[in-house]
Every structure is written in structure tokens, then in C-alpha cells.
């Protein structure tokens, strides 16, 4: 499958640092590095423009072949760096990988039947989904985009746990906690959506001051 | 002092200004809603103006949905009076604020529906004192 994984080409860095790789994405160049498989690292830069196309249609194995090298190498996306924003990615981080390798990878989680749960259907509810990730080992020739859940019968109060997320194949194995919750429907009927006035909030005059002596509460002057 | 949110106990009464000319690193992605108000400049955020926002989205969405405030306004700030000489020590508290970076999530919607979200962030850009935008949750590579 992975054999016509999109190819990636790459020059090496020289220099390494913030400011060679400030420089580097203003000349329209994506800094990453490959690591993995026992062999030192690489500081890479790749082409910022081919990289995010494929990295936005949603590619994770890139055949990578570096400038000058022999041969291309089959590597996986471990790592997205945002910049403070969290609009551009600023860094990339390649993993060297086989293609008959089991790999730890993050899958997002989808939802389906959120029109039709039962559990939303009453007024002040709301879907919780603390785990919009699960950590998997499968092999890289059988990469999921996502893990569908259906939510369709969850009642409110109900949870949907990591252990009960169906895996697209009988190889796969979970890694993240079992119990850990996936989807949970909660009533707030009344604790945080009263209080439209500003007088609900608890709020006090001053707060206390842990380093003050006693009798001398009106401060140090 | 109107009941605003402040800190129930502080080490020290009083703190220095401190420089305030960095991006955000940390809380500048949405982590607990679907959708969030990112601010786009640096500010005190004061703890009225806090409490306006949330005010402001719960008059948008009544009941709907759940909000998540992801500044708190823990540094005091204080303030000389009108007319006085400079000197006499470090004056009092006037106000509480959130050190709020560029990159900052202010608040954070779970619940609604895409369009609902942004009625009711938009309403709450228009009390911030700094330039805000509307963000989904991100999902990773």
C-alpha cells in the first residue's frame, strides 16, 4: 500500500537553531528532523508549500529522499509544532519506519449519530469527549484516518470508554487506558448556566495572605 | 470590591509589574470545548471583564452548552491615588488580572452548534479590551 506513498524530498541543515530555522521558513523551507531505527537524527528542511498540501490531505507515510543520498526511506509523521497561534506548522518530526513494522500511532475520534442521540434530546446536555485521540499499535501498511463511535443509544449520564471502541482491524491493539472516557453526556441543568447577574459569582473582599504576620493585616507600611 | 473572581489566598499581597512581551506556549490551544476566543494581543485581563464575557455568552446561549474560562485573574495590581507624592511604599490593590499573552485561550464551548458558538464569542470580543478570533478544536497530524 505504502509503496506509492508520496515522496518527500529533502535537504540536510547545516546549521541547526532557531535562528537558521527562522531563516529557513522565510526562504520557503519547513525544518524537521528524522530520527528512529537506532541511527543518529537528522536536521532535515523539506518544502514548506508540497509539504503541508500532503500533510492537509491528510498523508502520514512519506517515502523521504534526502538530497544527495542513495536511496529514499520510508518515514511517518510522529509530530506537528505549531507556532504560538496554532495556525502554521512550524516543525516536523519524521519517523524512520518499515513497512512491516507496528507503529504507536494517535487516531482521532469521530463521532456518528449525534443528530439522533437519545441523550441530547433533553434540554441542558452536552457530549463530553475528554479523549478526542487514542493511542494504537498497528502495523503502517494499515494506517486509520479515524475510529468512527456511535453515540446513537448513549443515555445522559452514559459514557462511552476506550475499551468499547470498536478497532477498524482485529490486529490493532489499544494503548491508551481502557477505562479512560471516549464520550460522556452530562446534565448541567443548573449549576453553571444560572447566574447571569455578576452577584453569582463567589467572589470575597480580599483574598487571605499566607506570609502576613497576625495584627498586621493592613499591610506593610 | 464588586464579587468578582479573585484568589482565595495569596503568598504576598502585592507582586511586581514583570515584562509582558512574550507569545503564548501554553493554554493557546482549545483543550476541553469544540470551539474557543483566542486572543490576538497581550493584556491584563481585568476580573471584571472576565465576568462580563461570561455573562455575555450565557445572555447568547441561555442554558445551552457548557463554558469554559481558561484565564483567572491571580496578579494584583495596584495603583497610586489621585493627587499623591510619589514614594511611601507600593500602593494598594486597585484590581485583579489575567496576564494574557497573543496566543491565550480566553474561553472555551462545548455543546453548541458551530454557528451558535461564534454568535456568542462574538459578543464577548466586542467587552475584550484586545483583538480576538474564533477557533475549532485542533485535531492532530
Given at each position: 500500500m505504502h509503496e506509492d506513498a508520496p515522496v518527500l524530498n529533502a535537504t540536510k541543515r547545516e546549521r541547526i537553531g532557531s535562528r537558521y530555522a527562522r531563516r529557513d521558513r522565510e526562504a520557503g523551507r519547513l525544518?524537521?528532523?528524522?530520527?528512529?531505527?537506532?541511527?543518529?537524527?537528522?536536521?532535515?528542511?523539506?518544502?514548506?508549500?508540497?509539504?503541508?498540501?500532503?500533510?492537509?490531505?491528510?498523508?502520514?507515510?512519506?517515502?523521504?529522499?534526502?538530497?544527495?543520498?542513495?536511496?529514499?526511506?520510508?518515514?511517518?509523521?510522529?509530530?506537528?509544532?505549531?507556532?504560538?497561534?496554532?495556525?502554521?506548522?512550524?516543525h516536523c518530526d519524521l519517523e524512520r519506519v518499515d513497512l512491516d513494522e507496528r507503529i504507536h500511532i494517535k487516531v482521532p475520534v469521530h463521532f456518528i449519530g449525534e443528530s439522533n442521540c437519545k441523550g441530547l434530546k433533553s434540554a441542558g446536555t452536552t457530549l463530553m469527549h475528554p479523549m478526542s485521540e487514542l493511542d494504537l499499535e498497528c502495523a503502517v501498511t494499515n494506517l486509520p484516518d479515524f475510529l468512527e463511535v456511535d453515540i446513537t443509544n448513549l443515555e445522559v449520564g452514559g459514557t462511552i470508554?476506550?475499551?468499547?471502541?470498536?478497532?477498524?482491524k482485529e490486529t490493532m491493539r489499544l494503548l491508551s487506558d481502557p477505562d479512560g472516557v471516549v464520550a460522556h453526556i452530562v446534565a448541567h441543568g443548573?449549576?453553571?448556566?444560572?447566574?447571569?447577574?455578576?452577584?453569582?459569582?463567589?467572589?470575597?473582599?480580599?483574598?487571605?495572605v499566607l506570609s502576613e504576620k497576625k495584627g498586621d493585616a493592613d499591610g506593610d507600611d | 470590591m464588586p464579587p468578582y473572581k479573585i484568589p482565595k489566598r495569596v503568598k504576598f499581597r502585592r507582586e511586581f509589574r514583570r515584562v509582558r512581551d512574550r507569545?503564548?506556549?501554553k493554554g493557546n490551544y482549545v483543550a476541553f470545548g469544540d470551539y474557543g476566543l483566542q486572543a490576538l494581543e497581550g493584556c491584563w485581563l481585568k476580573s471584571n471583564c472576565i465576568e462580563a464575557g461570561r455573562i455575555a455568552i450565557q445572555r447568547v446561549l441561555k442554558r445551552e452548552g457548557k463554558i469554559f474560562i481558561r484565564v483567572f485573574p491571580d496578579k494584583p495590581v495596584s495603583k497610586k491615588p489621585l493627587e499623591t507624592r510619589m514614594g511611601k511604599g507600593k500602593a494598594d490593590i486597585d484590581y485583579w488580572a489575567a496576564r494574557v499573552k497573543?496566543?491565550?485561550?480566553?474561553?472555551?464551548?462545548?455543546?453548541?452548534?458551530?454557528?451558535?458558538?461564534?454568535?456568542?464569542?462574538?459578543?464577548?470580543?466586542?467587552?475584550?479590551?484586545?483583538?480576538?478570533r474564533f477557533v475549532h478544536r485542533r485535531v492532530s497530524a
Amino acid at each position: 500500500m505504502h509503496e506509492d506513498a508520496p515522496v518527500l524530498n529533502a535537504t540536510k541543515r547545516e546549521r541547526i537553531g532557531s535562528r537558521y530555522a527562522r531563516r529557513d521558513r522565510e526562504a520557503g523551507r519547513l525544518p524537521a528532523i528524522v530520527y528512529g531505527h537506532k541511527v543518529e537524527p537528522v536536521a532535515v528542511s523539506l518544502d514548506a508549500h508540497a509539504t503541508l498540501l500532503l500533510l492537509h490531505k491528510g498523508e502520514k507515510v512519506f517515502q523521504l529522499h534526502l538530497e544527495g543520498g542513495s536511496e529514499s526511506e520510508f518515514v511517518l509523521v510522529k509530530d506537528l509544532q505549531y507556532d504560538y497561534l496554532g495556525t502554521n506548522i512550524v516543525h516536523c518530526d519524521l519517523e524512520r519506519v518499515d513497512l512491516d513494522e507496528r507503529i504507536h500511532i494517535k487516531v482521532p475520534v469521530h463521532f456518528i449519530g449525534e443528530s439522533n442521540c437519545k441523550g441530547l434530546k433533553s434540554a441542558g446536555t452536552t457530549l463530553m469527549h475528554p479523549m478526542s485521540e487514542l493511542d494504537l499499535e498497528c502495523a503502517v501498511t494499515n494506517l486509520p484516518d479515524f475510529l468512527e463511535v456511535d453515540i446513537t443509544n448513549l443515555e445522559v449520564g452514559g459514557t462511552i470508554h476506550a475499551k468499547d471502541v470498536q478497532l477498524p482491524k482485529e490486529t490493532m491493539r489499544l494503548l491508551s487506558d481502557p477505562d479512560g472516557v471516549v464520550a460522556h453526556i452530562v446534565a448541567h441543568g443548573g449549576s453553571d448556566a444560572d447566574g447571569d447577574e455578576a452577584g453569582s459569582v463567589d467572589g470575597q473582599a480580599a483574598p487571605e495572605v499566607l506570609s502576613e504576620k497576625k495584627g498586621d493585616a493592613d499591610g506593610d507600611d | 470590591m464588586p464579587p468578582y473572581k479573585i484568589p482565595k489566598r495569596v503568598k504576598f499581597r502585592r507582586e511586581f509589574r514583570r515584562v509582558r512581551d512574550r507569545n503564548a506556549t501554553k493554554g493557546n490551544y482549545v483543550a476541553f470545548g469544540d470551539y474557543g476566543l483566542q486572543a490576538l494581543e497581550g493584556c491584563w485581563l481585568k476580573s471584571n471583564c472576565i465576568e462580563a464575557g461570561r455573562i455575555a455568552i450565557q445572555r447568547v446561549l441561555k442554558r445551552e452548552g457548557k463554558i469554559f474560562i481558561r484565564v483567572f485573574p491571580d496578579k494584583p495590581v495596584s495603583k497610586k491615588p489621585l493627587e499623591t507624592r510619589m514614594g511611601k511604599g507600593k500602593a494598594d490593590i486597585d484590581y485583579w488580572a489575567a496576564r494574557v499573552k497573543p496566543g491565550t485561550m480566553l474561553y472555551e464551548l462545548a455543546g453548541v452548534s458551530e454557528a451558535r458558538a461564534k454568535e456568542a464569542f462574538m459578543r464577548v470580543a466586542m467587552k475584550m479590551p484586545v483583538r480576538c478570533r474564533f477557533v475549532h478544536r485542533r485535531v492532530s497530524a
